[in-house]
Structures are given as structure tokens and as C-alpha cells.
């Protein structure tokens, strides 16, 4: 099994990033899939969840709707988080995360498997 996230980077408050996820080893089609971030000091907190084929389900965080959406690609294996209006308190290592519950949460407990993350950095 394979989580790998990609396009983090640097970027000035109200700038925008899109982060992309490609899994591989699982049925990517049958899980639930979400991005959790952590900042330094901070706990692992549930950003954005998608569900798995055939649920339309999406959840977000208070702190990012309106700002953060997430789709997915069941062709491609890709889960993606565009982020725009991007904050400072945004600053954090952003972790992709697979569940094959169905019901999964924005909940760290309800994941199977993490990616390695990827930080984003949103300052002047």
C-alpha cells in the first residue's frame, strides 16, 4: 500500500495551493478518503473528507469551508485538496489518509492508511 502526497510548498497569505494524493495497493474506489493536518505543537486534526464511490458525501472542517475543496479521481487513484484564500494558521504538514469504513469521520482513528505528508507554509 502506497499514500503519497504532493504539491505543498510556500505560498503568501491568500494564495492558493492544490495538493494531490495518489494511492495505490487497495481498492481505491471502495474508501472513504480525507486530508488531516498538523501543525508544530498541535494535535492531527481532520481537514476535508470525501466519501467512497457512490457516496457524494463531503465534510469540512469550520475552519476551511468555503475556502478548501476536495474531489477525487477513482480513474487516476487521486484524491485532491484545492486550497485557496490560504491563512497563516493554515501553516501545517498535510497528511492524505484512506478508510474502508464507510461511515469514517474526520476522525484519526477511523483511517487504515497515511501518507508521509507534505507541508504547507502560508506566510509573507
Known amino acids: 500500500v502506497q499514500v503519497v502526497e504532493s504539491g505543498g510548498g510556500l505560498v503568501q497569505p491568500g494564495g492558493s495551493l492544490r495538493l494531490s494524493c495518489v494511492a495505490s495497493?487497495?481498492?481505491?474506489?471502495?474508501?472513504?478518503m480525507s486530508w488531516f493536518r498538523q501543525a508544530p505543537g498541535k494535535e492531527r486534526e481532520g481537514v476535508s473528507l470525501i466519501g467512497s464511490s457512490g457516496d457524494s458525501r463531503t465534510d469540512y472542517a469550520d475552519a476551511v469551508k468555503g475556502r478548501f475543496t476536495i474531489s477525487r479521481d477513482n480513474a487516476k487513484n487521486t484524491v485532491y485538496l484545492q486550497m485557496n484564500s490560504l491563512k497563516p494558521e493554515d501553516t501545517a504538514v498535510y497528511y492524505c489518509?484512506?478508510?474502508?469504513?464507510?461511515?469514517?469521520?474526520?476522525?484519526?482513528?477511523?483511517?487504515?492508511?497515511w501518507g508521509q505528508g507534505t507541508q504547507v507554509t502560508v506566510s509573507s
Open positions: 495497493g487497495f481498492t481505491f474506489d471502495y474508501y472513504v
Open positions: 489518509a484512506a478508510a474502508s469504513r464507510s461511515y469514517a469521520q474526520l476522525d484519526v482513528y477511523d483511517y487504515d492508511y
